[in-house]
Nanobody, 120 residues
Framework: QVQLVESGGGLVQVGGSLRLSCAAS????????VAWYRQAPGKLRELVAD???????SYEDSVKGRATISRDNAKNEVSLEITSLKPEDTAVYYC??????????????WGQGTQVTVSS
């Protein structure tokens, strides 16, 4: 069982940057893919970026070139830094940790989310 707690959200001005953190407790985190999603008011939750257990990142087009995801398995932490923030980055950001084995979802954990508001 893994518990996830996000932090680092807040109010940021357009063009600014922020760093979100996802801290995990419990066992098994090291084998999980960890992803950041976000959900804006009235919109579906969308993937932002993810990172494999070996540290290979990938990014959605909405943040590509502006975001950096990293993980420290020793500390059970994953971070997401986004620069050049835009109003459309405003959303609740969620951390997810999951593990797929032979096509079957073995782990699937979500944090409670952290609000990011980008103000102009």
């Amino acid at each position: 069982q893994v518990q996830l707690v996000e932090s680092g959200g807040g109010l940021v001005q357009v063009g600014g940057s922020l760093r979100l953190s996802c801290a995990a407790s419990g066992s098994g985190f090291g084998r999980n893919v960890v992803a950041w999603y976000r959900q804006a008011p009235g919109k579906l939750r969308e993937l932002v970026a993810d990172i494999t257990r070996s540290g290979t990142p990938s990014y959605e087009d909405s943040v590509k070139g502006r975001a950096t995801i990293s993980r420290d398995n020793a500390k059970n932490e994953v971070s997401l830094e986004i620069t050049s923030l835009k109003p459309e980055d405003t959303a609740v950001y969620y951390c997810r940790a999951y593990y797929i084995l032979r096509g079957s979802l073995q782990d699937n954990y979500w944090g409670q989310g952290t609000q990011v508001t980008v103000s102009s």
